[in-house]
């Protein structure tokens, strides 16, 4: 089973810094996925990668194949970003391939 | 469309009740999930189907029933309510798997569920 790391587990930054949440993960994987949850408790998918960068917004995530590491940016943040991220890795089949980090709770203070 | 739809919301329960959580979604995809949520872990998945009328264990699945007679519909029963089974509760619908790959999956509100 994939054990799945995210760092840190809290994090407090004032409005406009540049966000770094981690996710490291044990076994190959055929996808990375991010999520985010909001302080309502709603889930909602960001990303899904395999290799290389995606961006959206001011959302950045990356994925380190070799390092079984991905790491999640946001750029000039704001207090809507404020919520929980959380990384899953999916080591192949279907949502029983997943495996689910313990997430990210992220505040932005204005 | 209206996604994935769940109820109730809020639900409390007294041991050895018994209830059915609702899971609906409108965007026709093949796959759903149910999963539970809890503090301090990773969502861990209970049961999930792949299509009408195939259903699959998860990680978590004793205490819980699921079945899939419609594409649109995939409740969860819980047969006798135990307060470890207190937990935020979340169903998840996805597109089918395609070589290989899971894609994204879009999740319903959630369900907080307390047992007494």
């Known amino acids: 089973k994939n054990e799945v790391e995210q760092s840190p587990q809290n994090l407090t930054a004032q409005e406009g810094e540049f966000i770094t949440i981690n996710c490291s993960y044990s076994?190959?994987?055929?996808?990375l996925h991010w999520l985010q949850q909001h302080p309502g408790g709603g889930i909602v998918s960001l990303f899904m990668?395999?290799?290389g960068k995606k961006k959206h917004g001011r959302l950045i995530a990356t994925i380190n194949i070799q390092e079984k590491h991905s790491s999640l940016h946001i750029t000039a943040s704001h207090p809507r970003d404020s919520a929980v991220y959380i990384c899953?890795?999916?080591?192949?089949?279907?949502?029983?391939?997943?495996?689910f980090g313990k997430g990210t709770h992220l505040i932005i203070q204005p | 469309n209206a996604g994935v739809t769940q109820t109730p919301k809020f639900q409390v329960l007294k041991t050895g009740q018994s209830m059915t959580l609702q899971c609906a979604q409108d965007?026709?995809?093949?796959?759903m999930s149910w999963y539970r949520q809890d503090p301090g872990m990773g969502l861990r998945l209970i049961h999930y189907s792949v299509g009408a009328g195939i259903t699959d264990q998860g990680e978590v699945p004793n205490g819980y029933n699921v079945s899939r007679s419609t594409t649109e519909d995939f409740p969860l029963r819980l047969l006798s309510a135990a307060p470890s089974q207190t937990s935020v509760y979340f169903c998840?619908?996805?597109?089918?798997?395609?070589?290989?790959?899971?894609?994204?999956?879009?999740f319903g509100p959630g369900t907080r569920l307390t047992v007494l």
């Open positions: 899953a890795a999916h080591s192949g089949g279907g949502a029983d391939g997943l495996t």
């Open positions: 965007m026709n995809h093949e796959y």
């Open positions: 990668l395999s290799s």
């Open positions: 998840a619908s996805s597109y089918s798997i395609i070589q290989g790959a899971f894609y994204e999956q879009f």
């Open positions: 076994v190959g994987i055929s996808a």
